[in-house]
């Protein structure tokens, strides 16, 4: 019993310190899926009525006032119309980079292979140029995503903040 207690103690005495969670949550109504931001992280976001794209960091969120303070401005969250992300697909760049220096490394060892009267043979150049192909294939369309903030999907501002929940 006396452990049970100091276990509760030791929760509740940790749980008041913790720290809350604050993030931007995109979503797609209908959708479970859920792309997340969080403070620290760099965004590239577009304001609306504006061409440019801003790439900075998340210092704050400020939910009661629907606001984001990045490093060099303060954005209200109704304003962000796009966010555009470069590391959703890290793995098809780098299978991409990968098949492009196989590529080149097989053509080259084939082409070393006739010096030791190694025939040549059209089999080569299928096989290194497909793997030349899917290799520039994957690094140009897994280069960037970039969601429109618009109909069904929406940005809001969330935060995790366990002392805020009132005791029932």
Known sequence: MMRLTITFIFFAITLSAIQAQTFLQLEKSGSHKTVRFYEGDL???????????????IEKIYIQDGIVHFTNRIVAIDNIVAIRDFD????????GTKLLIFSGSYLGLSALATLADWPLTIDTAIISG???TLGLLFKWIFKKKTWRIKGKRRLRALSLDFAAIDPV
Request: charged share 35%.
């Open 130 to 132: 497909s793997a030349l």
């Open 88 to 95: 959703r697909f890290r793995f098809f760049k780098g299978l």
């Open 43 to 57: 965004l590239l976001f577009q304001i609306a009525e504006e061409e440019d794209w801003y790439e900075e960091t």
